[in-house]
């Protein structure tokens, strides 16, 4: 095997460090070449990740240099398109890891056998999860709909495992095409210039990825439990944009977190996070529905409203409350957005607005450098009500209290709305109820504006909406 070149298919693993189809090719192989299928239909509602993209693919690249092995960007329709051409070529063997996503795995399948039907030699590994997203279910044989019960069984099946050594790439006899094609990595970055305000907060690559998640276990871990919650300081480990492009592997986090002597409330918490990213992928391939529509189907006949004046205000974060538009504001500035808020702005959209939970999933979609289906999906169809253990849709989250609480000083509000900053914290989270002579340089309306809806009546309508599902 070794005399034939080994090929690579990268899609969102861009690592070193447990990445097993590259340790394997370059253990078995003398001349190992890896390609990226660049399409860009799949990025059209996901504006922010090319920029992401661009960074990734091009520290990837160099750092692939350093171990002899050549990376290959190509642009196509289609992966079909690129595996016919290779499946035509010869001497050679291919590997990738696994994504999961119901139509990726469909790809794996169909293309297993056209390359068994061409005799060519291939290899797919276990992707970027702690279990493949088809082994975990109940006793009855049945998938998992409530994530406590899930994670538990999954937690223990991965650790009755055991922990398999990591594979290492060896570094090749010379660089070697294979593709002889590739594009201009500059052509990727988007039109629209916003990204570039992203330098600012992120570094796209292993390791970045590989210093913060440490960084975090030894410094945040313990504390997370309750700083999770509070948006104006690091209370979060931000690592979900490096897994999402596979700069990191979630075992390697893992096996991080168990190095710490005191497993406490927080290291809990944080391990609690890593199995909701299981359980989204687990639901999504069993329910491959819920990517196109609700899981539970009573919602089809939610009375959602259709207003396209305030669908804009919550995406410019000019709602008029405070801890909405803050958070929008985060998510446009920075390519990110602090968990609790993006519960609390899912809420105000689906709740308050009562705009179907689709526009917000593509806005998010469009605008995270984190995006990744299982979860973003997943994570709005919770918030709706309309998913798998989700959050009943009559918990409505009270902007103004959750300001309050969360947010006591307004340091996260004043952070992102500046035109907020001479408010006193009384007023910070209600900023209506300000008299004009209180603070010489706002006025309500128009320094910032008044509140698009009422919440106790918009509360109301929400109510007797979800009411009429029942009927």
Same mark, same amino acid.
């Given at each position: ?32 070449? *890896? ?73 794996d399948k169909k293309t297993s056998n056209l390359l068994e039907s061409k005799k060519i030699n291939f290899k797919i590994f276990k992707g970027n999860l702690l279990n493949d997203s088809n082994e975990i279910k109940k006793g009855d044989n049945t998938p998992y709909k409530v994530f ?126 890593? %199995? ?16 196109? %529509? ?18 804009? *205000? ?73 998913? *798998? ?55 309500? %309306? ?26």
């Amino acid at each position: 095997m070794k005399k034939n070149i080994g090929i690579v298919w990268l899609r969102n693993d861009f690592r070193i460090l447990k990445n097993d189809a590259l340790a394997y090719a370059s253990q078995n192989h003398d001349h190992v070449s *890896a390609f990226y299928i660049l399409k860009k239909k799949d990025f059209t509602n996901r504006t922010a990740q090319l920029w992401w993209l661009y960074k990734s693919l091009k520290n990837f690249k160099e750092k692939l240099n350093q171990f002899n092995i050549n990376f290959e960007i190509v642009e196509a329709k289609s992966y079909k398109e690129i595996f016919e051409k290779i499946a035509s070529k010869k001497n050679f063997s291919i590997y990738w890891n696994k994504v999961y996503e119901p139509d990726y795995l469909l790809f794996d399948k169909k293309t297993s056998n056209l390359l068994e039907s061409k005799k060519i030699n291939f290899k797919i590994f276990k992707g970027n999860l702690l279990n493949d997203s088809n082994e975990i279910k109940k006793g009855d044989n049945t998938p998992y709909k409530v994530f406590t019960p899930f994670w538990r069984t999954a937690e223990k099946f991965y650790l009755d495992k055991g922990f398999n050594k990591d594979q290492k790439i060896k570094i090749c006899e010379k660089k070697t095409n294979f593709l002889n094609r590739s594009i201009d990595l500059e052509s990727i970055l988007p039109k629209r210039k916003w990204y570039l305000n992203f330098e600012k907060f992120w570094n796209p690559s292993e390791e970045a990825a590989l210093e913060n998640t440490k960084y975090f276990i030894k410094n945040g871990l313990s504390d997370y439990g309750k700083n999770r919650d509070i948006p104006s300081i690091e209370g979060t480990s931000k690592i979900s944009p490096y897994l999402s492009f596979g700069q990191i592997h979630i075992e390697t986090i893992w096996k991080e977190c168990q190095k710490i002597k005191v497993k406490d409330n927080g290291y809990r918490k944080y391990l609690n996070e890593l %199995g909701w990213r299981e359980f989204t992928h687990s639901l999504i391939n069993y329910f491959p529905e819920m990517l196109k %529509g609700n899981l539970r189907k009573d919602f089809d006949h939610f009375p959602w409203q259709e207003n396209e004046k305030h669908l804009v *205000a919550w995406k410019k974060g000019m709602t008029g409350y405070p801890i909405v538009d803050a958070g929008m504001r985060e998510l446009y500035e920075t390519g990110w957005m602090h968990n609790r808020v993006r519960m609390v702005t899912a809420s105000f959209l689906v709740k308050h607005l009562r705009i179907h939970w689709k526009e917000g999933e593509k806005h998010f979609r469009d605008c995270l450098l984190d995006f990744n289906e299982a979860s973003n999906i997943a994570g709005w169809q919770w918030v709706a009500g309309c998913g *798998a253990d989700a959050a009943p849709y009559f918990r409505i989250f009270n902007p103004i209290l959750q300001g309050e609480r969360f947010d006591p000083q307004g340091d996260y509000v004043k952070k992102w709305i500046p035109e907020l900053s001479n408010v006193p914290k009384k007023f910070i989270h209600k900023p209506w109820e300000l008299q004009e002579e209180d603070v010489i340089s706002f006025e309500t %309306g128009k320094s910032y504006p008044k509140p698009i809806v009422n919440h106790v009546e918009a509360r109301n309508a929400a109510l007797a909406a979800f009411k009429s599902l029942r009927k």
